[in-house]
Structure formats: C-alpha cells, structure tokens
C-alpha cells in the first residue's frame, strides 16, 4: 500500500486500528548537526531503548555521551560503538610519504591531491631532522623540483607538437589536457618529501586505530600528525557556518539580545568531535615490539641471500598451507624480497621454528589490539607486485582487499614512463635529464642513509622520487581482482598503473582461461587517445 493510499484510509480506521497502522508506516529520515559522539550515543541506544532517534537526540548532551562511552567503550569494549561516530578531517600541508603512511587504513574514506591534476611545483616540501646534512638533502630536493619543473614543460611541448588540436576541443580544455599527461609523467621525479593535502571522513574506531598507528611510526613527521589528529578531535571543531552567521547574529543582538544569545549558544557553541573516543589512543606496543621482532627474524632468515629476479606482477596462487602464508606474511613487510622467495625460504624451515615466527606476530598483543594485517590470509589470489611509488599510490586506493607494503628502498632501481603513443623521453629529448635527475636522487639518498641523526636512515627515505620501485602485496577475491583489472586498465589513467591491471589480468588468464571472458579488459598495449579523460 503507498503512503497515499494508507492516509486515505487511516481517518476511517478508528481508534486502536489507526495506532497500530502508524506503527507499521517505516519513518525515514536523515540526521543533520548532531554531535558525531552524542549520535554515537543516540545509534547504540536503539540496542537498549525503545526511543525513536529524535527522542534519544532531544533527551541527550555531550556530557551523558560521555558518561555513556566512557562506560560501554573503554570499560567493556564495545568498540562497535565508535562506529556511529564520523568525523571530517583536512590534513594540509603533509609529505607524500606520510600521506601513504595515513592513509593505509583498510577503514578508511577521503581524496588527496592528485598529481596529474595539479602542479606541484609550489607545493613546498618536508624536511625531516638531519642536523648538518640537512643542506645535503634541500639541494637534492630542489634539484629534483628543477627536473620536475623541465620535464613538465618539455613534455607539454612534445605533446603539442605531436597532437593536433580537434576544431570541435576548445583551446583551454586542449591544454588543461595536455598539461595531465605530461605531468603523468614529470611525476616520477617528485621526491616522497613533497608536500600534499588530503581529506579523510573516518569513523572513531578507525581514528583511533589510525592514530596509534601513527604515533607508533618510525617517522617523527607521522608522529606529529597523529598528535595533530587527536587534538583536533578533541578541541573545537572549524565551524564552516561561522563567518555567515556570526554577522547575523551580531545584528540581532541590537534588537533582542536575549535571542542573539541563545541563538548564538546554539548554532556556534564549540563542538568537540571525539574527544571521549580518541582520549586513550596511544602509541601501540603491540605494533613497535612486533616490527623489531620481525625485522630481525627476516634479516637473519634471509642473511646474505641477493634478491631474486621477479617479474612486474607475481600472481602467488600455490596451495601453501595457512601457516606458511601467515609466517611469509608476517616477515614480507619487514625485508626487500619478493613472496615467492621469501616463502620458500619459510617453507624450508622446521615446523617448530614456522610456529615461533607465527607467534612472534602475537606475542605482544595487547587485550584490545587487533591481530596485525599479515594474519589476514587465506585469500584466493595474491598478487606480489613491483612498480613505481607513484602508481602505487593509486593502487593503494583499493580497500577490499589485504595490503602489505615494504619500506621504501633504492635497491629495485626505477621506472622510465613509456604510454603508448605518447611521445617518449628520448623523442622529447628529455631521457638525460631524466636519468640525471633520477640517478642524482638516489646518490643523495644513499649519502642520507649514513646521517648520524636518530632517523636519519629512516628519514633518508624522503629523498626518493616517485619513479623509484616498491614492493608491495594485494590480498584478494575474484571479484576484487576484476574490480582492479577492469578499473585501473582504463584508456584515461595513468599508464603505470594500467599496466600493472593488465598483468594482473594476464595472470589470472592463464590460470584461469574459463574465466578470462568476464574481464571487460583494455589491451594497455594499444595506443590511445591522449586527449580523452
């Protein structure tokens, strides 16, 4: 029955009929300007009320909020509540590589700067600690900016002059671009240090997994940022409604104070978002003991053995048993070898040795930690893949599915951007510049990894330019694994990643040729149309 037919035949009905008509007639209606922990509150008392959510909103205060979460949150652990409870955060003005590091939440939702679409060449960047060889590192920085800089416009040029302007593409929309795809490329010479801005909406739970992550880094940046997220949560939000209403306000005051007042009260009152949830969100034990444990185990497994060759992506689908994943799992993120090699070396270890590395990923577990990501395994397809950083970056995007990142090193050399049909380096003249740029990167790199200061290996890491390689591995199901193939194979993205989708699908393919027909696949190898977006 709609809703127009139940009001014409409710006024008939009479007394109790029309009761118990109302209470089948679903209510549905969206929630605006309740505090993200007096909400949270208002969503876990439908488990013990029977109030609608209007009447649990009118009868709450941040206070009784509180007093709630401080109860059923922290005292019996229902972390389910933090939920209920989002929160919108712009993080502006942090290095690539912390941006990577924040955004690594499987729980997480937000947009950063994009680099085909915006010019990073006034972005500034970080400097980490490096005490004397800190000018070593700003020369090479502003080396890498100036490459960056000359590989943009030099491009542009070669993509002007190679494409023509359609009369049917106005003038703007031809640059604008063409200006995309040439700065598809200059981006594998911008160093980790470079700065960027993002925006995330996160629900409390996540915030505070994320920020004890944080504050666990072996980065004093990421550090500071995890501080920086729990004040902000914890101290008056911006209030986006302020300078419009603040005035209007102002000039009701002349004519009803009283009103102005209360008025002002209600809609400009500070709002603290969630200072109950994040309050005890610290730094993790769990995490640092775990990864100190793990990086020594790996060296020593692994003690003078080179790095297997390994091609760009490894499709890992062997009927290992989960105990030999999960020990390949807990080590692969703290060594620079591939899964295929790390495993077998794992394979080669006694039952009773397996089972202590196994057990070293727990040991230190805390009685509200989750179980690390490594012990998320058991997934039909594995993907062990090595590509530039900066198509990672977009790779990373994808949340359904398990990812396992190792540090960032010089050891897998870097990517040259090649897109076919698109004027290469050497054609636009700009291969030595290229190679220069790159190779003067890596050199400085190298020299920051001696640095005497705390983090200084660590901190040598922002010297490395996105076209250097990683490794990295993505956990996942079918249906994920088409999502990304199809996706990321698309004629308007980034060649880098395009690539790494096709390979992706070849894997899969000749694993499993019955299934290769649902792929709507891009062959990646086709020339395309450099002016379609």
């Excluded at 050891?411 to 040259?416: D, P």
Aim: proline letters at 5%; one cysteine or more.
């Amino acid at each position: 029955m709609s809703q127009e037919q139940i009001q014409s035949v409710a006024p008939h009905t009479g007394g109790p009929a029309t009761s118990e008509l109302k209470q089948n007639v679903t209510d549905v209606y969206a929630i605006h300007g309740a505090d993200p922990e007096v909400l949270a509150y208002a969503m876990a008392k439908y488990s013990r009320s029977s109030l609608s959510m209007r009447e649990s909103l009118a009868e709450i205060d941040s206070q009784r909020a509180e007093q709630f979460l401080n109860t059923f949150y922290f005292q019996y652990g229902h972390r389910s509540i933090a939920d209920l409870a989002h929160i919108p955060f712009a993080i502006e003005r942090l290095s690539l590589l912390a941006a990577i590091a924040l955004v690594d939440e499987q729980r997480w939702d937000g947009q950063e700067r994009s680099t085909r679409y915006q010019d990073f060449r006034k972005s500034g960047w970080y400097t980490p600690p490096f005490g004397e060889a800190t000018p070593v590192f700003t020369a090479a920085i502003e080396a890498s900016f100036a490459a960056y800089d000359g590989i943009s416009r030099g491009m542009l040029e070669a993509l002007k002059s190679a494409i023509t302007r359609p009369d049917a593409m106005k003038p703007d929309a031809y640059e604008r671009t063409l200006k995309a795809r040439a700065f598809d490329v200059a981006r594998y010479l911008l160093p980790l240090a470079t700065n960027t801005s993002l925006g995330q909406i996160v629900n409390a739970r996540t915030l505070e997994t994320q920020v004890s992550r944080l504050l666990t880094s072996e980065f004093a940046e990421i550090r500071e940022i995890a501080e920086k997220l729990r004040i902000a949560a914890s101290e008056p939000a911006w209030n986006v409604q302020h300078s419009e209403l603040q005035p209007l306000i102002d000039d009701l005051r002349e004519t009803d104070a009283a009103a102005a007042q209360l008025l002002g009260n209600r809609v400009l009152r500070p709002v603290k978002t969630a200072p109950t949830l994040v309050k005890y969100a610290n730094p993790s034990d769990y995490i640092s003991n775990s990864r100190a444990e793990l990086r020594v185990a790996a060296s020593e497994l692994l003690a003078g053995k080179a790095i297997a060759a390994a091609p760009v992506v490894d499709l890992i689908e062997d009927g290992e048993s989960l105990e030999v994943e999960i020990a390949t799992s807990l080590l692969y993120p703290h060594c620079h070898y591939p899964y295929r090699q790390l495993r077998a070396e794992v394979e080669g270890l006694s039952v009773a040795r397996r089972d202590e590395l196994v057990a070293l990923g727990a040991a230190h577990r805390g009685r509200h930690d989750e179980l690390s990501r490594s012990f998320h395994s058991g997934h039909g397809l594995r993907f062990d893949i090595l590509m530039d950083i900066g198509g990672f970056r977009d790779m990373h995007r994808h949340r359904r599915c398990v990812q396992l990142l190792q540090e960032y090193t010089d050891l897998h050399g870097y990517e040259t951007p090649e897109c076919p049909g698109q004027p290469t380096l050497a054609q636009a003249g700009l291969e030595t510049a290229y190679v220069e740029a790159m190779d003067a990167a890596l050199r400085c790199y190298r020299r920051l990894k001696k640095s005497s200061e705390p983090e200084g290996a660590q901190s040598a890491q922002y010297a490395l330019p996105l076209g250097v390689r990683c490794r990295s591995l993505f956990k996942m199901d079918f249906a994920e694994a088409l999502y990304i193939a199809e996706l990321r194979s698309g004629v308007a993205g980034h060649f880098s990643y395009r690539r790494v989708a096709w390979e992706m699908y070849l894997a899969v393919a000749r694993r499993h040729p019955s299934l290769a027909g649902y792929f709507r696949i891009e062959d990646v190898n086709q020339p395309v149309d450099l002016l379609r977006r």
